[in-house]
């Protein structure tokens, strides 16, 4: 749990501004509401906070303070065990805009950007974060549509996001 925490720290002392890429925008008219609940990554850009990890989910819920209380969770392969990491996220302007900041330490912020979201059914969403070097896809399910898939990575890709170094997340312990 420590190397998680670490790792997510260090995400964050790298890019303590809550900022978004040139040239992308956040997505307008999102509902929060219908964000919160369990999400489960699909695809990634590789950052040690996560690598040895699998089966990553993030599941959100609101806070007393309005906030949104962050938990990400994922099965460590060496060591065999759950992995978890508690953050907050605040919204940097209207919270019909996908711009958020997330903290999982103290002070240090970085960017939560959704730059691509099912607004009809709340099924799938990409995030950028600060810089190009920050994505995911996440999706309600443990698997994705490919042709969904398919269309978020060329959206990806023509927003300049390295594509061809996307990981993409065994959840064969999604069930469990």
């Given at each position: 749990m420590k190397k998680l925490y670490f790792m997510i720290i260090t995400l964050f002392l790298s890019g303590c501004s809550a900022s978004?890429?040139?040239?992308?925008?956040?997505?307008?008219?999102?509902?929060?509401?219908?964000?919160?609940?369990?999400?489960?990554?699909?695809?990634?850009?590789?950052?040690?906070?996560?690598?040895?990890?699998?089966?990553?989910?993030?599941?959100?819920?609101?806070?007393?303070?309005?906030?949104?209380?962050?938990?990400?969770?994922?099965?460590?392969?060496?060591?065999?065990?759950?992995?978890?990491?508690?953050?907050?996220?605040?919204?940097?302007?209207?919270?019909?805009?996908?711009?958020?900041?997330v903290s999982f330490f103290g002070p240090f912020y970085g960017g939560y950007n959704i730059i691509e979201l099912d607004k009809q059914n709340y099924q799938y969403v990409m995030i950028a974060g600060n810089d190009r070097s920050y994505f995911w896809i996440l999706s309600r399910t443990p698997k994705l549509a490919p042709n969904i898939q398919k269309k978020l990575i060329a959206k990806a890709k023509n927003l300049g996001f390295p594509v061809d170094k996307l990981i993409y997340v065994d959840h064969s312990l999604a069930t469990r």
């Open positions: 978004i890429p040139d040239g992308i925008e956040p997505v307008s008219g999102f509902e929060v509401n219908r964000y919160l609940g369990k999400w489960y990554e699909i695809a990634r850009l590789d950052h040690s906070f996560e690598r040895g990890l699998n089966n990553i989910s993030a599941e959100y819920s609101l806070r007393e303070d309005g906030n949104l209380r962050v938990l990400n969770r994922g099965y460590n392969i060496k060591k065999k065990k759950w992995q978890d990491a508690e953050g907050k996220a605040k919204f940097t302007g209207s919270s019909d805009t996908g711009s958020l900041k």
